[in-house]
């Protein structure tokens, strides 16, 4: 069975070459997670192919790495928030970049308004009739108008960033002492609750992921255990897919270790199941070729 780790981030140090964003403690400038290193860690941990996710809006480096190995890799970029025109931009950097998902974090300012003339309506409808994924990594609020937009879009697949957590991303993340975000939140989230809203839609997906960011025990994060089985609850297997977030856990807890915790958490699956989880899902969701 294919091995498919269904979000990580691959990144070079600032250059005009390859321009990205900083944020502090996280993506220093000098800070590198390159494509030939993350080959080390495939290798060791049995892990075939891989979805990466922009760290920002910026293309250059992971279009570098899909054009040298599409057979490895598929690409979810990144929403500009700055851009005038998201249709446009999105448009433009598709045609330029041949990523299959696009990760947004808000919909639109305002979620109370009739869904389809939220800002980021026409963007949505182009990425269903495209067959881009959303990516969405976002607050309670937001997630539940994603829930109003997809009445409209029911053809529109989703993938809920790890585990269903909905912190207020750039209000509530940190830097740890390892360089990996950390949120502070109650265990198990109240998110859960707004997650099974939405977990009833059939392209609707979720991560198994993330657990550093969250846990407030040490590695394999036993208090996340009720979590993980809320949302096996929810999705089942079919609509479930391994992450291991690389690289903010290359060094802790460690990368074979990430794909471990599909075992250990869930360790009565069936065969089918565990590969589903493993790889079986994202090989269905993304086009490695």
């Not at 922009?54 to 851009?83: C, K, M, N, W």
């Not at 997906?205 to 846990?215: K, M, N």
């Not at 790889?279 to 269905?284: I, L, S």
Request: charged share 25%; glycine share 4%.
């Amino acid at each position: 069975m294919t091995v498919v780790d269904a979000h990580l981030h691959l990144f070079e140090s600032i250059s005009e070459q390859f321009p990205r964003d900083v944020f502090p403690g996280l993506t220093p400038p000098e800070r590198r997670a390159p494509m030939d290193e993350y080959f080390g860690y495939m290798e060791r941990a049995g892990v075939d192919k891989a979805v990466i996710v922009s760290i920002s809006h910026h293309d250059e480096y992971v279009r570098d790495v899909v054009a040298t190995r599409p057979d490895l890799f598929a690409i979810v970029g990144v929403q500009d928030v700055s851009a005038t025109d998201q249709l446009a931009n999105y448009r433009e950097r598709r045609q330029a970049t041949p990523f299959q998902g696009f990760r947004l974090f808000s919909l639109d300012p305002d979620p109370t308004q009739p869904a389809d003339r939220i800002e980021m309506f026409p963007v949505l409808e182009q990425m269903a009739d495209d067959g881009v994924k959303l990516w969405f990594y976002a607050t309670e609020e937001q997630v539940l108008l994603l829930d109003r937009v997809l009445d409209h879009l029911p053809e529109l697949t989703v993938v809920i960033n790890h585990l269903g957590f909905c912190p207020s991303i750039w209000d509530e993340i940190r830097a740890d002492e390892w360089g990996r975000p950390r949120f502070s939140l109650a265990l198990p989230p109240k998110s859960l609750q707004t997650i099974e809203v939405i977990a009833a839609r059939p392209n609707v997906y979720v991560h198994l992921s993330g657990q550093y960011a969250f846990t407030h025990e040490p590695y394999p994060h036993p208090d996340l255990q009720s979590t993980v089985d809320a949302i096996h609850g929810m999705f089942g297997a079919e609509r479930m897919l391994w992450a291991s977030d690389y690289p903010w856990i290359a060094v802790e807890p460690g990368y074979p270790e990430q794909l471990a915790l599909v075992d250990h958490y869930l360790p009565d699956l069936s065969a089918a199941d565990r590969d589903a989880i493993r790889g079986g899902n994202a090989m269905r969701l993304f086009d490695f070729s």
